[in-house]
């Protein structure tokens, strides 16, 4: 239930991939997420004043003050987020390897992972098998919420409601590398979510934080993930789901 969980255990993941014996597995998605999100930083200062117009609602130029940098928050969040979820759909091959080198450099096992190209290959159906999931998982939910910024008074409302989902959506994003190594399905990661709520929020909600900072979102998918590997043996891996 501690609300500070996702900071502590972000600063333990940049610990983590800072490590000889882990640097090799943060190389790709690192080089991935680099070239993905220098894209995002690009579209969002060319276009970001013309989203901006379009997304305030009209006839609430009184609360201008208050709602303009509500809104800029959803939008860079909106523009960052989708990009993390491509950048985590190339990568999750590689993700899911660096999940299973860092367990066994927080259980003391012997550092032996196959980041071979063959292993890489086996792994890449189920990896984007499950990445496809997610994504199937989030367009259900997020179209609906989406469309909140359309109803004049109700899209007051729709920037908190979309921030709150982000959170949620990037704890079971990163949470599921090391979930679906002890062989968690779907269903599973979310039960085990559940149990952990304020938890979850917290690491996705600072996720999310990094994602929307300049080139320190460049290093947040590795650091994310292995983060994420220890707050699961920490604190979720002796909660299965029921």
Request: overall charge neutral; charged content about 10%.
């Amino acid at each position: 239930m501690n609300p500070f969980i996702g900071p502590i255990y972000l600063l333990k993941g940049l610990d983590l991939i800072r490590r000889p014996g882990l640097r090799r597995f943060v190389l790709i998605p690192l080089l991935i997420n680099i070239t993905l999100f220098s894209g995002a930083i690009w579209l969002s200062v060319a276009y970001f004043d013309a989203y901006m117009a379009q997304m305030l609602p009209e006839g609430y130029a009184w609360l201008e003050w208050l709602l303009w940098p509500v809104f800029a928050v959803a939008m860079l969040l909106t523009m960052f987020f989708t990009f993390t979820l491509v950048a985590n759909f190339i990568s999750a091959p590689f993700n899911g390897l660096l999940a299973e080198a860092v367990e066994k450099e927080l259980t003391g096992q012997n550092n032996s992972v196959d980041s071979s190209l063959l292993q890489v290959v086996k792994e890449t159906p189920k990896s984007l098998w499950a990445e496809a999931k997610k994504l199937g998982y989030f367009l259900s939910r997020a179209i609906p919420l989406l469309l909140l910024f359309l109803i004049p008074a109700i899209n007051i409302l729709a920037p908190f409601l979309w921030i709150a989902f982000c959170a949620w959506l990037l704890s079971k994003e990163y949470l599921d590398y090391p979930m679906a190594n002890h062989g968690h399905n779907f269903e599973q990661q979310r039960l085990i979510l559940n149990q952990h709520r304020v938890s979850s929020l917290s690491f996705g909600g600072s996720v999310m934080f990094l994602t929307m900072i300049p080139v320190v979102n460049f290093v947040v998918m590795p650091l994310a993930v292995a983060g994420a590997t220890a707050l699961y043996l920490d604190r979720y891996v002796h909660h299965p789901a029921r």
